[in-house]
């Protein structure tokens, strides 16, 4: 690895697309920050695939981000977050950002009747990871999780508006509507594209936590505590490599992004099976 200094990239990791509303939280809050980022399109989703599996895969993804001489890892997924982030921490050399501590430190901050409500995949759900966070940080807190795995493949298909997406939805939500809950936590970045029918299901009173927007606080934070952030005035530049179907990705990209993307290409699965 290369010496890091300011203009080093940030790199960022998911199991698709839905990591890229992390991506565009931190580039709204640092524009001129280099971006480097792997979607594993081709093992998409993560959600449903053992602990095991999801380290494999994420030390995979941090591994081949290495080579890009990046100053700092977001770990743009929360599945990933909720399994492997301690592994990725111990393992690797530089700084390692999750989901799951940022979303639950905002959501507990932002909650007024302290009764919390969390979506995400199984995997997150069945590891407890935000209950667990949350409880560490308020042992009154009222917690209810819920799985919604389905959400996943509309967001990767860009159906956010769909009337099969709202049955969907109405389905998994009807049981915290009846909770009391007065914050929402989108325990998957994949979520936050279908912001608009999740909150129409859930009720105008209930506050919707986009972890992203917390993590890219924590990741400028550091950045200036390091002295690592970048210095240019320049727009930064975004690279952007999946392991399947660049083209859909592009489509799918753009709209989450709100701009044109031209530096996407596909790594093949045996080259980031090999490098570990």
């Known amino acids: 690895m290369n010496n890091i200094d300011g203009n080093s990239p940030i790199g960022f990791f998911d199991s698709g697309i839905g990591g890229l509303t992390v991506v565009r939280s931190v580039t709204n809050l640092l524009p001129n920050e280099n971006i480097v980022y792997f979607g594993d399109t081709a093992r998409v989703p993560y959600g449903s695939k053992s602990n095991s599996t999801v380290i ?68 997150t759900i069945n590891n407890r990871a935000y209950s667990t966070r949350l409880h560490i940080l ?26 099969a997406l709202r049955l969907v939805a109405a389905e998994y939500l009807s049981e915290l509507k009846s909770k009391g809950i007065d914050t929402l936590v989108l325990g998957c970045t994949h979520y936050p594209t279908l912001k608009k029918i999740i909150q129409n299901e859930i009720g105008p009173e209930v506050t919707l936590i986009d972890s ?19 210095s240019s005035h320049l727009p930064g530049t975004q690279e952007f490599f999946v392991s399947d179907v660049p083209a859909k990705f592009k489509e799918i990209a753009e709209r989450f992004l709100g701009k044109v993307i031209s530096n996407i290409h596909k790594i093949d699965l045996e080259e980031l099976i090999i490098q570990r």
């Open 56 to 123: 494999e895969y994420s030390m995979e993804a941090a591994n081949f981000l290495l080579k890009k001489n990046i100053k700092l890892l977001v770990v743009a997924c929360n599945t990933a977050s909720s399994v492997a982030l301690e592994t990725l921490q111990n393992n690797l050399p530089i700084p390692v950002i999750g989901m799951i501590e940022p979303g639950s430190d905002y959501a507990l901050h932002t909650s007024q009747n302290k009764i919390i409500g969390v979506i995400g995949t199984y995997s």
């Open 138 to 163: 308020d042992p009154n807190a009222k917690v209810y999780e819920k799985a919604c795995p389905l959400f996943v493949p509309f967001a990767e298909e860009g159906l956010v508006d769909h009337e």
């Open 212 to 230: 992203g927007t917390p993590a890219a606080n924590i990741v400028e934070d550091y950045l200036l505590e390091k002295g690592l952030k970048n």
